[in-house]
């Protein structure tokens, strides 16, 4: 089974577009994480999430790697705006296959797949299934994430393939137990819709920069990854 990210929008009872809301940019930062799962069997590896920018241009990519192979990397590129990131291309490659994207025509307001796909309308505020992360981090950062507990926050997610509605729902403060130490960290679920069966289960640590500490995926068949920090690293 081939297990992708799907990440999804915002727009409920928190306007991702509106302008009124203060985005910040985490500073370009290389995290570092133990993976663990089941995928089929019992799973164990690592990933790479690397993110940088000068304020203007941005650049995303999550690597998966086991036996020192990077089974799958999704990629994220775009500017940084008032409005958080507004991506122009999201890549997905596995190991072994071709490369595949989806591009952000925003002069003609729609976005293109690479395999064929119908294209999609582009709606206000869209991200595609990797910059959403950093997205929710910019949110977060650059407005009091006091009282975020039960707020939704919904947008439209591009995949490598498709374009979709995802809700995100806050949770009160978790702590996560990391290597060293626990930390507090506010947590975003997105729950399984009619489109797509995943779970995803994001942790955002305040004292971090709010930079996700633990990134968890589940699949309808009981098969998912989980993402915990280990380090990282300024870039």
């Known amino acids: 089974m081939a297990f992708a990210f799907i990440c999804s929008p915002l727009a409920a009872q928190t306007a991702a577009t509106d302008v009124t809301m203060t985005y910040k940019a985490p500073a ?20 790479e999430l690397v993110w ?19 089974l799958q990397a999704w990629t994220s590129q775009g500017t940084l705006t008032e409005r958080g990131l507004e991506p122009d291309k999201f890549t997905s490659k596995r190991l072994g296959q071709s490369e595949i ?53 919904s947008l439209q997610a591009i995949g490598d393939r498709y374009a979709e509605q995802w809700t995100f729902k806050a949770g009160a403060p978790e702590m996560v137990k990391l290597a060293n130490g626990p930390v507090s960290a506010i947590k975003f679920t997105h729950e399984p819709s009619a489109e797509r069966k995943q779970r995803l289960e994001l942790w955002y640590a305040p004292n971090l920069q709010f930079l996700p500490v633990r990134i968890r995926i589940t699949e309808s068949n009981g098969d998912y990854l989980d993402l915990v920090w280990a380090n990282s690293h300024n870039r």
């Open 101 to 153: 994207n989806a591009r952000f025509q925003r002069s003609a307001g729609r976005i293109f797949f690479s395999e064929g796909t119908p294209d999609a309308p582009l709606q206000a505020g869209a991200q595609d299934q990797l910059s959403v992360f950093m997205q929710l981090a910019s949110l977060l950062a650059g407005n009091s994430a006091q009282g975020a507990a039960g707020k939704s926050i």
């Open 28 to 47: 370009p930062v290389r995290m570092a994480y133990d993976v663990e799962g089941v995928i089929s069997s019992a799973y164990t590896g690592t990933a």
């Open 52 to 70: 940088s920018h000068d304020s203007k241009a941005y650049q995303s990519q999550l690597l998966i790697r086991k036996f020192g192979l990077t």
